[in-house]
């Protein structure tokens, strides 16, 4: 998870860096949040650091 306070920054992280790093890890995955809900929610965070990897793409990490 990277979480940035600027969403320009953001952008190149998911447009550029990611990308770039996908040539070195063919299987990483990403996604980005992008709106309102796109800072994370520490209670959730917390919540989802205990639960089974299964289950933590359905968890909404944040409020």
Known sequence: MVS???VALQDQIYSKDL???RKIIPDLRFTAAFGRG????????TALASTEPSAAGSAGLSR
């Open 4 to 6: 940035t306070a600027n």
């Open 38 to 45: 796109r800072y994370v929610c520490p209670r959730n965070l």
């Open 19 to 21: 990308p770039l790093l």
